[in-house]
């Protein structure tokens, strides 16, 4: 049997059991088993239960800190974190990382499969398996960040007759969060539910203004802040901030359309010279041979029409950024 096959089925084998851990989540049974014991151990006053739960926890943080020994080898785990926690999905650092490695085994192992020498392989797996979950999750921040500015005014609006009704401010925070459709009324309700549980309202809105990113929110902050400090009519200066952001989402839209000429002339230009490079390989990949043929006398096994191919690849990046820069308007 071929070797190469041999080893693209373990590779693939390895990554379906991956992401299938990746997944699958813990058992509920033994889920409602701990918790019921840790209840009882913090209710009983028997001297045993006390030791016991205390055993439960110790072991259950050294097997914490065991499941983090993965996520060590992350170069910035809090700023991964924290993106992961902006997609409004419950994700875990572990499963990101295990998704990034089936990723890179599957395109690794077909890579061999096709004869591609094994450096080739390992690059671009890299490449797949570190660049197409975050551009994944990317897209999934600014889908979410993209409807939660269509909402806010909405949400502000709201807010405004509320106040003008006599109603405070924590009530109205209450009632966006359920009448306001996600994303915005998921993130009133963490507000609410943080000042709940003891916090005052300005950490709420900072950790959720953290977690978002986006100027409209943190324009929201400020002004129930300077408002708070200074006294005035908060129904009227939310009623003009809801007028400012919807006339600063019209000047996004606006400035998308002027630029959307260029916008889709980087977008042929820089994809055009690979779409033509896959199709070519699918219809005639002898004529593209070449590329992906190692050459053991090469630099680091490489043949020359491989190492010209990368560095065609970086100078294509380089002006696929310049590019993304000339186009991309701050507001």
Known sequence: MDPKLILLVMMVGGALMLAALAFSGPSLAKAQSRRLAAVLGRHSGAAENQVEARMRKAIASTSAQKANAFISLIPDPEKLAKRLRMTGKKWT????????????????????????SPITALLVGTAAGLGLPHKYVSMVIAKRIKKFTQNFPDALELMVRGLRSGLPIAETLNIVSTEVPA??????????ERIKIGKTMDQALIETAERLGTAEFQFFCITLNIQRETGGNLAET???????????????????AMSSESKASAW???SLPFIVF????????????????????GLFGLSLM????????????IGVFIMAQMINFEI
């Open 183 to 192: 994303p915005v009324g998921e993130e009133f309700k963490l507000v609410t």
């Open 306 to 317: 491989q190492l010209i191919g990368l560095g065609g690849m970086g100078w294509m990046g």
């Open 268 to 270: 042929i230009i820089g």
């Open 93 to 116: 650092l572990n499963q990101y990382m295990i998704v990034c490695a089936s990723i890179m085994a599957g395109i690794a192992g077909f890579g061999l499969l096709r004869g591609w």
């Open 278 to 297: 896959g199709l070519i390989s699918w219809i005639n990949f002898n004529y593209m041979a070449a590329f992906f043929t190692p050459d053991p006398n």
């Open 238 to 256: 939310l009623s003009n901030l809801a007028t400012v952001l919807r006339q600063r989402a019209q000047m996004k839209l606006k400035i998308n």
